[in-house]
């Protein structure tokens, strides 16, 4: 079982920058790809990140285009979704998710992920 607690959102005006952290509970972080998810309203949630338990990771290009880098502290069962100039159409609530993975493969899909933190809010302004 894990536990996700995500934070760093906040309002921001276009162009700025947030960095968001997800915090996880459990010995066994390190056998979970990590992956960023983001629901605006009306919208279904769709991916944004992922990173595997050694690293690798992959990106959504359309929506993040470069702006966004997702990494992870093992030591620290951590991992953050660093985003620079942010656009209004990131405005949504951004989600922190965790599937259980033994192997080094993305996972992009929601279905595909066990765990589920509440969401931080992210709103950027024009």
């Known amino acids: 079982q894990v536990q996700l607690v995500e934070s760093g959102g906040g309002l921001v005006q276009a162009g700025g920058s947030l960095r968001l952290s997800c915090a996880a509970s459990?010995?066994?972080?390190?056998?979970?790809?990590m992956g960023w998810f983001r629901q605006a309203p009306g919208k279904e949630r769709e991916f944004v990140a992922t990173?595997?338990?050694?690293?690798?990771?992959?990106y959504d290009k359309d929506s993040v285009k470069g702006r966004f880098t997702i990494s992870r502290d093992n030591a620290k069962n951590t991992v953050y979704l660093q985003m620079n100039n942010l656009k209004p159409e990131d405005t949504a609530v951004f989600y922190c998710?965790?599937?259980?993975?033994?192997?080094?493969?993305?996972?992009?899909?929601?279905?595909?992920?066990?765990?589920w933190g509440q969401g931080t809010q992210v709103t950027v302004s024009s």
């Open positions: 459990g010995r066994t972080f390190s056998n979970y790809c």
């Open positions: 990173i595997t338990w050694s690293g690798r990771s992959t």
């Open positions: 998710a965790a599937k259980r993975s033994f192997g080094n493969d993305y996972y992009t899909l929601p279905r595909e992920y066990d765990y």
